[in-house]
């Protein structure tokens, strides 16, 4: 998800664009105003060397074509499991979970195999058209992934602030509504160069082989703060008010029962979902400001950091399944039985292990099982 890139043109203050590199672009921003700021070589560059070597290219090829099949096959999971598991999907937080799943999905689809071609290749090769269909699905599927972790994030704040005005109102309708908003803000993010809001030079960028969303300051300000910081910002502010009330909660009583440690479980699965998400997303943002204030930001960053942060952002698509794999007990099993393909009884064997848990390894918390005394905790789920 390429945010800010080039610094638009303005007035013609660069009347030159030199597109002589053999898979890749040289930009040389030639100014022809005489109180340009900018100096002749500013944004020139002679390097005419293909953007990778091979050994390069192959690495570069199989990391990422990795990170789409595991991304693809571990948000089709998420589905699948809702899907077929009615004990998944009668708890109203997994259809979160999976429009979440589908965002991330479609970024692996959609996204990633362009993206990978224009980094592969250094320049653009599909035309116009696609351009902007490109950017305009980057944009749209990176940011409803990030709005999505809001969502879940929002959802269990109001469950645990405000359990008694919300829990009742937190039907199947609400939920889809906040999906419904979800994805909408993310389209209203989206969705405004194609109707026009970008520069001169991001047209002319794009004929000459360079494929980046809207340049233009406005646009950037809009598309970064309502897509990544606002939502970082209401994340942070929300998981912090979580934690300080659920352990205020279980320091309080003098006995903590089973509900109160699932409970802390699913907090601090959320926040291992927060730590991830600002790790994956946080560089990229950062390079996003600092190329705002770049004469020329196709130069000032390294073009490898570039590459990096951008697909750091996506592997946070392919973190979020494997967290729940990892974190919650509930999703492993459908996940087991799908990947072996025993999808036929998958309902009834969860059944099976819920009717164990609740009565047989009941015993082990009264301390007796196959005969002997123990005082161990059984395992519990943290969805």
Known sequence: MEYLGVTPSINNEYDSLDYSREGTH???CRPNHPTSNVSENACYTDDVNPPYKLWETIIITICTVVLILGTVIGNTLVCVAVGKVKKLRKQLHNTLLVSLAVS????AVCVMPLALINELMGV????VVICDIYTLLDVLLCTASILNLCAISLDRYFLVEHPFWYGPKRTKKTIR?????TWALSILISIPPIFGWKSDADRALIEHGVCLISQDLGYQVYATGVAFYLPLIIML?????????ADKICSNKSVVTKTDKTNMKRIKTLGVIMGTFIVCWLPFFICAVIRAFCECPQ????????GFVQWLGYLNSLFNPVIYVICNREFRKPFKELLSCRCRGINAKMRSE???????NKNSQTGL???KMTNENTSESII
């Not at 991330?104 to 970024?107: K, P, R």
């Not at 130069?299 to 570039?306: F, K, S």
């Open 104 to 107: 991330d999905l479609l970024v």
């Open 354 to 360: 819920t009717y164990y848990d609740q009565y047989c």
């Open 237 to 245: 502010t929300v998981y912090i008010r979580i934690y300080i009330i």
């Open 369 to 371: 099982i196959d005969g």
């Open 299 to 306: 130069t000032c960053i390294p073009r490898w950091v570039n």
């Open 177 to 181: 509504w906040i999906i419904t908003v």
């Open 124 to 127: 653009w090769i599909f035309g």
């Open 26 to 28: 040289n930009l040389t």
